[in-house]
């Protein structure tokens, strides 16, 4: 109670004021979702607070997720947009045949070597794809890009998929889930999946993001900032980083 009185205090006199009791609320549950005892000291990174802002709602609407939003849709349209009990694969490696780094010439004189060619390229992305699908992971979140093919490999084994997401996205997702970022396909295995209990596409203010959601015991978490206007959003978002910075300092100082 004391650190949502802080929180309301951080925010008075700003525009946001009539919101203030819910955001006082979500930024106490953030910040005490993200601290850390280091040598019997509290530390919180507050870098692990991520805000993701979306205008076209209530300030009202700004929510607390326990896990991670990314700005990215599911890749294939035959993945499923919903995944429960979500085993994540983050990976650091792209799922496409890369070219070689030498000037190479194929010279290819026939329909069968041609066949052969394409048969030996399609090989190579449903062993990548296998190699995911062999962990474990119904969800595979990709820094790199994935390939048409792998994609339609991966939509048929029902996994949803993720594209060209930030490292900086990575790294949050990683200590939310509990997973590995894995740089080596060949490395990818069950110990190094992360977890989430929801993994959804949902369109916010027309835009398809993905929520990776309800992680079990997440060190990154996202606050969802709502708001009528970009104006309003922008706002709400300081009020909260004002919120974030009091309540903190509060928790590491250890005066309440």
């Known amino acids: 109670e004391t650190l949502k009185k802080i929180a309301i205090t951080a925010m008075s006199g700003k525009s946001v004021e009539r919101a203030s009791p819910l955001l006082a609320s979500i930024v106490v549950d953030a910040v005490r979702s993200v601290a850390q005892t280091v040598d019997g000291k509290v530390v919180i990174d507050n870098e692990n607070i991520k805000r993701e802002k979306k205008h076209g709602g209530a300030s009202e609407d700004t929510e607390l997720i326990r896990g991670i939003v990314i700005d990215k849709e599911v890749v294939h349209p035959g993945m499923p947009k919903t995944v429960k009990d979500a085993k994540i694969a983050l990976l650091d490696v792209a799922l496409e045949i890369k070219e070689t780094e030498t000037d190479a010439q194929i010279r290819i004189t026939s329909p069968e070597q ?51 997401v930030k490292q900086s ?82 928790i590491e100082i250890g005066k309440m």
Do not use: W
């Open 114 to 164: 041609m066949q052969a060619f394409v048969e030996q390229e399609q090989k190579m992305l449903k062993r990548m794809v296998d190699k995911v699908v062999d962990s474990g992971a119904n969800v595979l979140i990709c820094q790199k890009g994935i390939d048409d093919l792998a994609q339609h490999y991966l939509a048929k084994k029902g996994i949803l998929a993720c594209r060209r």
């Open 169 to 250: 996205d990575m790294t949050a997702l990683a200590k939310a889930t509990g997973g590995r970022v894995v740089s080596n396909l060949d490395d990818l295995s069950p110990d190094d999946l992360g977890y989430a209990k929801l993994v959804e596409e949902k369109k916010i203010a027309g835009e398809a993001m993905t929520f990776i959601r309800d992680c079990k015991d997440p060190k990154a978490v996202t606050i969802l900032v709502r708001g009528s206007t970009e104006h309003v959003v922008d706002e709400v978002e300081r009020s909260v980083e004002d919120a974030i910075g009091a309540v903190s300092s509060a």
